[in-house]
């Protein structure tokens, strides 16, 4: 079966193609989307993910338009994104100046993901009118993804010195996501200068790999305040890839800081400094974070989850791969779900839905892959 079919349809997971809703089912669902009851929304969500793409794309493209619901149209748009680029492009595009702050947030996060050059002048205009906490970090990655443009750049390039702390702090991270070398220099200079957005530069440094930069890291090293020193470790180990003795530290740190309530700073800087090594595949550094978190109480359990969560929506490859032989997959599982309830982006949990069903389908039946993406499918409900 998982032979036959197309890559749009191994969306509809375990349900066989005859057990799909019809049209009118689907209808219903894609209004009960909005419902106040968490299972009935739940539920809907799953519906509209089971029915076939030649049913479910027209209809959540219709209603992504012109639903009477603006939270409806901002869901149905999110569920669309989960069917693939060749069905959900139009869409986007028709509602990149969307009055909807939902929508457009989705927008944003589609062309991140999406680039589209065409584009480009659309997102540097909307840098002059988007300041809402909820939509402009999007529309920055956005533009981070794309900033091998020369346009992009230099409307992108003022954002890392200049504005308030929040919006640089996310253009520094996707900057670093997206390896933007030409930025390190710049970055550095950020990372350099005690203050909210110093861990943040330094990882970013760490992720986009400039190895000029290891003498400055050195040097904070020596100089920096102990709640930055996780953000030091991870960096030099992401640029020299000699992971063992940063990743020991940081083990040892986050142990110590889970064990005292006073320590809650460098419990997140330590778990979201394990949180970046584990995003780019280090499975021993997932181990870390999961080993505290699964057996803790509020507030390191939230903090923990949160980086666990970062991690997943980053990288869900890297889940499946550390809980393939996890002994505790349950409880692991439990953290991830108390992230995702955390966390509320829609847009990126959807993504992770994507990749962990395409994983079930890819697995060998009886596998460990496909029993932990079952696992994770049934306990996060999707």
Known sequence: MKNLMPALIVLLLVVPTSAAPGVQNLATAIDQLVSFDFPTRTNAARVVRRTPAAEAIPALATAARSHKDG???YRALVLLAGFGEATATDTMRALIADPNDRVRAVVYAWFERHPVAEVYPILIQALDKEQSEFVRPALT???AAAHQDPAVRAAVTPLITRGEDYFRGSVIEALGDYRAVWAAPIIAEVAKRDGPLQDDAITAIGKIGDKSLLP???ALQK?????????IAAATC???GACGPHEDYLKRTLVVAASDTQYQTLLRSSGFSLAALAARGSTAALSSLLDVAEPSVDPVRAAL???VGHVALRTPGVILDGLESRATRDRAI???????DMLSEDFEEERFFVEIRRAYWAAPEGSARRAVAQALIDKLEF
């Open 71 to 73: 939270y409806v149209r």
């Open 141 to 143: 990655r956005a533009l």
């Open 216 to 218: 400055m890291l050195a």
């Open 223 to 231: 100089s920096a305040p102990r709640d930055t020193q996780p953000s």
């Open 238 to 240: 992401l640029i020299t």
């Open 305 to 307: 989850a949160l980086a």
């Open 334 to 340: 439990e953290v991830l779900r108390d992230a995702f």
